[in-house]
């Protein structure tokens, strides 16, 4: 048996214990970079959208505590049962097989626990969902493997490809798998709609730091938006598997101040000139 005073600094030890991961878990999420994963990132990546706060704070205040609570519920009620009621412990087992106070219990508990869910997700998804008044629209096409984007009239009216950088093409700072060959442009702290569609199969245009994530569908428009409230580089990737390339398939997206975009729309205007988005299926002969 152990002493009173030993069981206490047992018990203090095995709750310090516990709160390593935890620790570590903060340690390692905040050494994050924006826009990018990072070797030993752990968590989610850190966002810079309004939206993206509130998802995350959704997560980690609301879900991430009710799941480990049932999660622990759960594993304690397993291992209470294989050791009270084993053959050895209870030779004679109980005839009893209902018990309605019980029966309305654990109907009852989970119930309630998705209505307490219910109320901020709805919230939050009524945030993503409705699209604010955008200053900038930009439309997306997801194609087998790249993605092109096209600059209506009001922002300059032309539109590129983005395809991967090959690895010998990379320059210092660049990303590989992830950096392109023609980033998007975009301003920050402005409202940004994206209307998403694709062009041959099903993909899904994704970027972790704005949580913004809208599948591409032939002959649908879908629509999303992201008000990014810091300038620097975006990566993103095709998130529905599309073929053989889906894993190079990467989105790279700038947020620059409005000067610098309206910069940039000038060049790129130039640039891009009577270019427009290439033919299906060209992209594929270059790889
Ligand atoms: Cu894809």
Redesign the pocket.
Known sequence: MLTGKRQLIRRAALAGAAFIPVLLFAGLAAAQVEGQPTPGGVGLPPTVTEVGRETQQFYNVVLLPIITFIALSVLGLLMYVAWRFNENANPVPSKLTHHTGLEIVWTLVPVLILVFIAIPSFRLLAHQVEIPAAKVTIKVT?N??YWSYKYPEDQGGFGFDQVMKQDADLQPGDVRLLSVDNEAVVPVNEVVKLQVTASD?I??FTIPAFTVRMD?VPGRLNETWFKAEKEGIYYGQ?S????KD?AF?PIAIRVVSWEKYQEWLAEAKKKFAGAGPRQQFAAVSAR
């Open positions: 997801g087998q493997w199969v993909h899904s591409a095709c529905k598997i599309c073929g889906h398939m």
